[in-house]
C-alpha cells in the first residue's frame, strides 16, 4: 500500500482554458453522488465528491478525488481507510450538508461503523469500504485510489448530478422498445404501456428533451435558469434557501450567482441575500416565457378543460405522497 503521493511527469504547456466554460463543458457528464468518510487522530470527516468512479475489478480499486486545500484531506491522508457512501436520491440534504463547512457534518446524520475506521451513513443507495492503496497528485486535487474489502448494494434509486442541478434516473423509452422483428409488441412492452407510473416518467423525459433543447441554445445553462427563477419572486434569498429551492449543491450554487452578478442580473444584499436586478427580472421574464411556450406546444392537442383537468390531477397526486 502506497500512501505517499506519486508525481506525474513534466508536460508541455498548452494554451489557457477558461475555468467556468470547462467546468461546464464537464458537466455535460452526469453522475452519481458520494459522501467520502474517513477517520484518524480522533477526528471523523465526510465531504460530498461526484468523482467516484471504478479502476479494476481484479483486484477491485476503486478512485476519487479531493481538492487540495480542503480541510478535510489531512484525515484522509492520515486514515488507512474510506468508504464511499452513494447517495439515494431522496438524499439531496444530505448531499448539501456534506458539502458545506460546518463543525460537525454528521450531526443528526444516521450512520455507523465501518472497516478501519470508515463512516457508513444509513439509507444510501451503495457502499463501498476501501483500503488506501495509493494517491496520485493530480493538479489541483489529490486522487485517492482505494482497494474495496467490503461492500454493500441495497437497491434504492441513486440520486444523480448534471450541469450543476440534481436529478433522478428514470427508465429510457428506447430499452422498452417492442422489437422491430416481432410482429406484435412484446408482454411487457404492453403492461408497461398502461402503467400510470412509466408513462409519467416517459412523458417527463419527453417534454424535458425538447424544453432542454430551446434553453441550450438561448445559452442559459439548467442552473443559470433554475435560480433565475427562484429569485424572480421579488423576495430576496440567502443561500440556504436558494440551495434548497434550485435543488442545486451549494458549490453550484455560488459560481451561478458569481456568474449573474458579473453580468449585472443579481445584487447581493445584507445579510448574505440576493435578489435579481431590473436587468435579470427581464431575463428571468424571458426564461418564462420559453418555459410557457414549451408547454403551449406540447399542450396544444388539449382542450382547456382536460388541460385544467390534468393540472388539478397532478397537484392531488403530489399532495397525496408528502
Not at 158 to 185: F, K, N, R
Request: hydrophobic share 40%; aromatic share 8%.
Amino acid at each position: 500500500m502506497s500512501t505517499t503521493p506519486s508525481r506525474p511527469p513534466s508536460f508541455t504547456e498548452t494554451p489557457a482554458i477558461d475555468p467556468r466554460a470547462f467546468r461546464r463543458a464537464l458537466g455535460n457528464f452526469a453522475t452519481g453522488v458520494t459522501i467520502m468518510t474517513a477517520s484518524a487522530g480522533g477526528r471523523q470527516v465526510g465531504v460530498t465528491a461526484n468523482s467516484f468512479n471504478s479502476v479494476s475489478l481484479d483486484p477491485p480499486l476503486i478512485l476519487w478525488s479531493i481538492v487540495k486545500r480542503s480541510g478535510s484531506y489531512p484525515v484522509f491522508a492520515e486514515a488507512t481507510h474510506f468508504a464511499v457512501n452513494i447517495l439515494a436520491a431522496n438524499q439531496i440534504d444530505l448531499s448539501n450538508q456534506f458539502a458545506r463547512p460546518a463543525d460537525d457534518r454528521f450531526a443528526g446524520v444516521a450512520h455507523r461503523a465501518g472497516v478501519g475506521g470508515t463512516v457508513l451513513i444509513d439509507g444510501t443507495a451503495a457502499s463501498f469500504e476501501c483500503e488506501k492503496h495509493q494517491t496520485v497528485d493530480g493538479g489541483d486535487h489529490w486522487i485517492l485510489i482505494g482497494r474495496v474489502v467490503a461492500f454493500g448494494d441495497y437497491g434504492r434509486s441513486p440520486l444523480l448530478y448534471h450541469q450543476g442541478t440534481y436529478g433522478m434516473a428514470i427508465p429510457h423509452p428506447q430499452v422498452d422498445e417492442p422489437c422491430e422483428s416481432c410482429h406484435t409488441t412484446s408482454g411487457l412492452h404492453s403492461r408497461l404501456e398502461d402503467n400510470f407510473y412509466y408513462l409519467m416518467t416517459q412523458a417527463v423525459r419527453a417534454y424535458q428533451q425538447a424544453y432542454q433543447a430551446e434553453r441550450r441554445s438561448s445559452g442559459w445553462s439548467r442552473g443559470e435558469t433554475r435560480v433565475l427563477l427562484v429569485l424572480d419572486t421579488g423576495v430576496p434569498c440567502d443561500m440556504r434557501s436558494l440551495v434548497q429551492q434550485a435543488a442545486m449543491p451549494a458549490r453550484e450554487v455560488g459560481p451561478v450567482l458569481t456568474l449573474l452578478r458579473e453580468r449585472g442580473l443579481v445584487e447581493r444584499l445584507e445579510g448574505d441575500r440576493f435578489q435579481l436586478t431590473p436587468a435579470g427580472h427581464e431575463q428571468a421574464v424571458a426564461v418564462w416565457a420559453m418555459a410557457e411556450r414549451q408547454q403551449e406546444l406540447a399542450f396544444r392537442p388539449f382542450s382547456a378543460q382536460q388541460k385544467d383537468d390534468f393540472r388539478d390531477m397532478l397537484k392531488t397526486l403530489i399532495a397525496g405522497f408528502r
